[in-house]
């Protein structure tokens, strides 16, 4: 079996030279030995729709673009829509006077060189454009119905452009008895959604007490000090107030559980978030992070959604599906170590007055009657 890149190499070098026939021959027999879940799958898929469209077959393109479309990795599905997007692009004809068609007339053979010489003589005194050596003036600007029109466009474009929404919730469990959550929608463009107006009016009827910022592009409602109890009712009636808002039913579920080791506890955590009402929702854009106190350990360490840094868990949410995350940290047992260093105190101040006194002092002492 060929590896990757003896594969890769082969197909690229067919593509430089425009042998479609030939790369798709050769990448059909292979194309599943690379599963769609890997980088390398995902790659020689592309090249095979890429010299597919080559040969304008479209509807063999159209069923790879649709496996790439299923994958769980964001940056995959994006690509494959744009390519789906070229491959459903509308076939534009040439005009006629793009081409420069040559036609031979055998009749040319029987006329004489005279004959063609006073053809010429007659196409040179002939001028396509009308060239008159008056002076034009001074070049023009734009007059005000130009402006007006441009600006008008630009307005139009707007609101087709304020689709993309960013819903990103933070959970900060860095300090587990004072856990705080941030919710932020964002607009990437300048005006909202209707059911993001409707949102944030419902989100400051329930919680009026919580700390809100709102302009133009953004609404951010941000809990602090809670527990572990208050911490999933909040994110249980965030969850639902969207769901209902987006025409369909979603639910989470936080399961928490520790262990105790003297000085040290071990928390694990699993979250299972419903989203299998809401699908088709373009350019809507969902992440959930959590911030943790220690070093974590996943329990699926091959799910493409998630990014790990050092002390921060980004999760990439996919609609029209269950989304489950399980993971578990160790945490220092604060009341139990402190507790413990009062008593060690104590206990050793006790020892030290003890002896000291047992070992007597130099002074001279008065005399006994």
């Not at 008056?134 to 139009?156: A, N, R």
């Not at 009062?342 to 006194?357: C, G």
């Not at 130099?362 to 006994?368: A, E, M």
Request: aromatic share 10%; glycine share 4%.
């Amino acid at each position: 079996m060929k590896t990757y890149e003896q594969v890769l190499e082969t197909v690229e070098l067919a593509l430089a030279k425009g042998e479609y026939h030939y790369c798709i021959e050769f990448l059909l027999p292979l194309i599943e030995s690379f599963p769609l879940s890997s980088k390398e799958g995902v790659n020689l898929r592309t090249i095979l729709i890429t010299a597919l469209c080559g040969i304008n077959k479209k509807e063999e393109a159209k069923k790879l673009c649709k496996e790439l479309l299923k994958s769980y990795d964001n940056k995959t599905r994006e690509n494959a829509k744009y390519l789906m997007e070229v491959i459903d692009s509308p076939d534009i004809k040439k005009p006629e006077n793009w081409n420069v068609q040559f036609e031979s007339n055998p009749s040319l053979n029987k006329k004489s060189l005279n004959s063609l010489r006073k053809k010429k003589e007659v196409f040179k005194k002939k001028k396509f454009i009308n060239v008159t050596e008056t002076p034009t003036g001074e070049t023009k600007p734009f007059q005000k119905g130009f402006s007006l029109i441009i600006v008008l466009i630009l307005l139009l474009l707007i609101p087709l452009l304020s689709g993309c929404v960013k819903v990103e919730d933070t959970l900060d469990l860095s300090e587990l008895d004072s856990i705080t959550n941030n919710l932020v929608i964002e607009s990437k463009y300048i005006k909202k959604f209707p059911w993001q107006l409707k949102f944030e009016e419902k989100m400051k009827d329930i919680f009026p007490d919580a700390e809100i910022k709102q302009d133009e592009s953004a609404f951010s409602l941000k809990h602090k000090n809670l527990n572990l109890e208050d911490t999933k009712q909040v994110l249980k009636i965030t969850q639902n107030t969207a769901g209902e808002l987006a025409g369909g039913s979603t639910n989470i579920d936080i399961n928490t559980n520790q262990k105790n080791f003297i000085f040290f506890k071990k928390y694990f955590y699993r979250l299972d978030l419903d989203l299998t009402s809401i699908q088709g929702v373009e350019n809507l854009e969902l992440i959930f992070k959590i911030v943790h106190p220690n070093k974590v350990t996943l329990t699926n360490k091959n799910n493409l959604n998630l990014e790990i840094t050092k002390n921060l868990i980004i999760w990439n949410l996919n609609q029209g599906q269950i989304n489950s995350l399980e993971f578990s940290f160790w945490n220092m047992n604060k009341l139990l170590i402190g507790i413990s260093t009062i008593l060690m105190i104590t206990v050793l101040a006790y020892l030290l007055r003890f002896y000291r006194f047992k070992l007597g002092t130099d002074l001279p002492q008065l005399p006994s009657k």
